[in-house]
């Protein structure tokens, strides 16, 4: 038997790197797949860093508070008019920051002791606007603060009674875990690229031999169907392997790329890193070969066979989700669902905590008893087959 599966697996093997253009396309995306998400990720932090490092509020009528305008350059902050349109901009996206808008008489009415109307106008549809927003409330807080204060001082009270506790903020998180949440879209892109590596060799080797009429003579050699089904399964796994193990190896080079310095710093991946990605994506890259594989044998042609694996292109993409709308933690049945265990596990990697044994071996667990499933399945549908 195992001879027999070695010779289906040199054939299937061979067969698959005969498609050469469709080989490239998987290795090119692969390999490109780490700078690309890399230079993603750095644009973002980097455009962040800019207009935090510019430091200015865009304000209409500031001409109307010169007191307000005084406090805000002296926090190092310039003050640039707002376009007459700035509402229409915000909602085209436009316009990436926050607009302060002051309405005639506020100094006036500041020297009356009234409370002058400040509006701070976004659209929580713009997400440049919206991540300033909260930049500019604080420092008119702080003009707020400092308001009170001198009415406190000019009147004999102690600034202290506005604030009888100290409030401070202190975040536990370490760099590590920062630098994580931003690269969490990393073990997304490898599991993608793992799943659609395989997914070309696993149609071909079982709808696309049945279109071309070549799956029936292959049944008809003397050999047992199980021997057959593991050489095919075999060659699929290894494409699938192969790529897990470009993809995650392209990320070493590709923080070369990085644009944010900060990021940079954080962002740790190393040969470490990388190993355990590897470790952890080789089950389900033989996992999802032969789900893929009993799927698609049902099939009598290429396409169908598509249409059929949509459901397990689709499930695997939204798995991962489950830890992105999951507030209260790792649940422990993430481990013992494959896709979404492997994410889990790349995620607390990255973000450099230490895996237990235990999640590891259910991780590898489920995936090879899927894996052991769907070649069970395979198998008899290939006698069922066979004997027809």
Not at 1 to 14: D, G, H, P, S, W
Not at 186 to 200: D, E, H, I, K, R
Not at 296 to 303: E, G
Not at 357 to 368: E, F, K, Q, R, T
Request: with cysteine; glycine share 6%; hydrophobic share 55%.
């Amino acid at each position: 038997m195992i001879a027999a599966a070695l010779t289906v697996f040199r054939k299937e093997l061979v067969d698959a790197l005969r498609d050469r253009r469709t080989l490239v396309m998987v290795l090119l995306s692969s390999v490109a797949i780490g700078p690309l998400v890399l230079v993603l990720i750095s644009a973002l932090v980097s455009g962040l860093e800019k207009r935090a490092e510019a430091r200015e509020v865009v304000a209409i009528g500031i001409e109307h508070a010169p007191s307000l305008r005084n406090y805000i350059e002296r926090q190092t902050f310039t003050v640039r008019e707002a376009p007459p349109e700035h509402e229409a901009l915000l909602r085209d996206n436009k316009l990436g920051d926050p607009v302060v808008v002051v309405a005639p008489g506020f100094e006036a009415a500041l020297a009356r002791g009234e409370m002058p109307l400040v509006e701070v106008v976004s659209s929580s549809s713009n997400q440049r606007a919206q991540a300033g927003v909260r930049r500019v409330t604080t420092l008119l807080q702080g003009f707020n603060t400092e308001q009170a204060t001198l009415r406190l001082v000019m009147r004999g009270v102690s600034p202290a009674m506005l604030r009888p506790v100290e409030v401070e903020e202190r975040d536990v998180a370490d760099r590590t875990a920062r630098a994580a949440q931003l690269a969490t879209m990393v073990p997304f892109f490898v599991l993608m690229a793992v799943l659609y590596g395989s997914l070309n060799a696993a149609l071909d080797t079982t709808a696309g031999e049945r279109e071309r009429g070549s799956l029936e003579p292959l049944l008809m050699n003397p050999m047992p169907h199980f021997a057959l089904v593991l050489g095919k399964w075999g060659a699929v796994a290894a494409v699938g392997m192969l790529i897990a193990l470009l993809s995650c190896l392209s990320f070493l080079p590709g923080q070369w790329l990085m644009r944010s310095e900060a990021l940079a710093a954080m962002f740790r991946f190393g040969p470490h890193e990388a190993a355990a990605f590897i470790a952890l994506l080789l089950p389900l890259a033989g996992a999802l070969a032969a789900l893929l594989m009993a799927i698609a044998i049902r099939s009598k042609s290429f396409k169908e066979a598509q249409a059929g694996t949509t459901v397990v292109v689709l499930a695997v993409s939204l798995l991962p989700l489950v830890t992105i709308f999951n507030q209260e933690g790792t649940a422990p049945w993430h481990y013992w669902v494959p896709a979404l265990s492997q994410t889990t596990l790349m995620g607390s990697v990255l973000k450099g905590e230490v895996v237990s044994l235990p999640d590891v071996a259910a991780s590898v667990g489920s995936s090879v008893l899927l894996c052991a499933v769907a070649l069970v399945v395979v198998s008899r549908l290939l006698r069922a087959a066979a004997l027809k």
